[in-house]
Structure formats: structure tokens, C-alpha cells
């Protein structure tokens, strides 16, 4: 599951707004970097269009495309980036800045805890997923699919259902529609 669904689906929709108005857009040619491994970043981004390469160390990690956020650990933990991230393709990415959003946390305890929440969820599929890749020998890419048995229960359904109707109603505001 894209990341942002997982912020999405926790957020209010005056969340979703305040985002709106704290970030701004940042297009990115073909070949352009992002974030440098090992170089500070001051911002958290959601891909908006294309599609960007992690690589650490020259070897390709995973791809992302649109939906998913990037700089999420060194939001978290303050350390430089590990990895690399390049654009693909032309993209197009939302930049929000770790300073309007760590003052937005501190003021707003409960915009913090739905934050925080959603990040620990999808850092927890994270580490789910990395643990069935490592046990199977692979790399993990985000947009692969857990192979857990089951269906989804009704409650994670609709916060899916309302996580995507968000994120294209983001989209849309984001693209100027």
C-alpha cells in the first residue's frame, strides 16, 4: 500500500487542507536527485507524478511512484538519509518542510497523534514486508504486495476507501484542478 494512503487514512480533512497550504510543489527533471545519501534533507515529500529510484551505495534498492513519501526516517530521527533518491522519469513531487510540520506537531497534539500514528503503521508494513523479503532472499519494493492469506476487515477497507478519495482529492488540488 502507497504510504500517503496510510497518512491519509488517519488525517482529518483540515489536516489534508493545512498540508495543502504548509507545502508546495517541486517538479523534477529525468536524472534529477532528490535526496543525496548522507546529505541532510530539511523536508518530507509525497511523489506526486513519475517515478524515483532509491539506490544506496550504486545499487538499486526500490522504485516509488506517485503516492508514496519520501524522507520519512530522517523526519523521525533527525539522522542523514541513507539512500539516494533520483528521478526516473519528469516527476513531480509535494514538498512539505520539516520545519512547518515539527512546529505543526508541537502546537497540535491531536494533528500530532494521527500523524504519528499513520507513520507507525505503515513502518510497521515496512518492516513486515522486509522480514517476508529477507526470508525469502529478495529486496523489498514498496510497491509489492504483502503474501499474507486473509482479507482486509471492514474497518481497514473503509479507511482504504476514504485514504484513496483523499489522495485523489489531493492530487487534483495539488495538479491545480
Not at 516527476?91 to 497540535?108: E, G, I, Y
Not at 515496512?126 to 532472499?137: A, H, N, Q, V, W
Not at 477497507?157 to 491545480?176: E, K, Y
Request: aromatic letters at 8%.
Amino acid at each position: 500500500m502507497r504510504k500517503v494512503l496510510y497518512i491519509l487514512g488517519k488525517l482529518r480533512d483540515s489536516d489534508l487542507q493545512w498540508l495543502l497550504e504548509a507545502g508546495a510543489t517541486q517538479p523534477l527533471s529525468a536524472g534529477a536527485v532528490l535526496i543525496h545519501e548522507g546529505q541532510p534533507i530539511d523536508s518530507l515529500f509525497i511523489v506526486v507524478e513519475g517515478e524515483l529510484s532509491v539506490e544506496k551505495a550504486g545499487a538499486e534498492l526500490a522504485r516509488l511512484d506517485v503516492g508514496e513519501v519520501v524522507g520519512e526516517m530522517s523526519f523521525l530521527d533527525s539522522r542523514p538519509p541513507t539512500a539516494t533518491v533520483t528521478a526516473l522519469d519528469d516527476a513531480l513531487v509535494f514538498v512539505v518542510p520539516q520545519t512547518r510540520l515539527r512546529n505543526k506537531l508541537r502546537s497540535d497534539a491531536e494533528f500530532a497523534a494521527r500523524f504519528y500514528h499513520a507513520l507507525c503503521l505503515f513502518l510497521a508494513d515496512r518492516l513486515d514486508r522486509t522480514d517476508t523479503m529477507i526470508g525469502k532472499g529478495r529486496r523489498i519494493a514498496p510497491q509489492s504486495k504483502p503474501e499474507r492469506g486473509g482479507e482486509l476487515s471492514q474497518d481497514a477497507m473503509d479507511s482504504v476507501f476514504l485514504a484513496g478519495t483523499r489522495f485523489n482529492w489531493f492530487l487534483d488540488r495539488v495538479r491545480g484542478r
